[in-house]
């Protein structure tokens, strides 16, 4: 399902479409705030809010979001904190967050995301640092870091990520 540009807000009905597969707000720069139940949408494999350059903040009940296998919030320029819920995502593959520049740090529940695959993180210029628990991440395999001039060190758990494929740490300003 794909929404119009200029919503400035979602309704609270749409917790009633959870037979979608997909909700797509792309381009939505407009829209200030996510309806609460939007966790109600079981089914929903993918949500993409790239270019939602107004939301504040995503909602608690992101968590909700059993099904949500890829997470698209590329220049979620607002973001500034993951919230806690989404530790609840087993069921996620990619969350995509480059370009999200205000995001200051990763959570440690990051580490439980079991189903894990790619984490898109280029861009993130204000991320400092990385949590130990990515090393617990056993199916993750693109790890993408680029365009970072903040982040002080490549943490120990590199050597712990045995089914990384793709490592991309171009234009690392700093490395320790």
Not at 38 to 49: D, K, R
Not at 140 to 153: G, I, M, T, V
């Amino acid at each position: 399902m794909s929404i119009s540009i200029d919503m400035k807000e979602l309704s609270t009905s749409i917790g009633k479409l959870n037979s979608f597969l997909e909700f797509n707000l792309l381009g939505c720069s407009n829209l200030q705030e996510l309806s609460t139940s939007i966790g109600q949408l079981n089914a929903v494999q993918e949500l993409n809010l790239s270019t939602c350059s107004s939301l504040q903040k995503l909602l608690k009940s992101i968590g909700q979001l059993n099904a949500l296998q890829n997470l698209e919030l590329p220049s979620f320029s607002n973001l500034q904190k993951v919230p806690t819920s989404t530790g609840q995502l087993n069921a996620l593959q990619n969350p995509h967050l480059q370009g999200c520049l205000k995001l200051e740090e990763l959570p440690t529940f990051i580490g439980q995301l079991i189903a894990l695959q790619n984490l898109h993180l280029q861009g993130c210029s204000r991320l400092e640092e990385l949590p130990t628990s990515i090393g617990q991440l056993t199916t993750l395999q693109n790890l993408h870091l680029n365009d970072y001039s903040k982040l002080q060190q490549l943490l120990t758990f590199i050597s712990q990520l045995s089914v990384v494929q793709n490592l991309n740490l171009s234009r690392f300003l700093k490395l320790e």
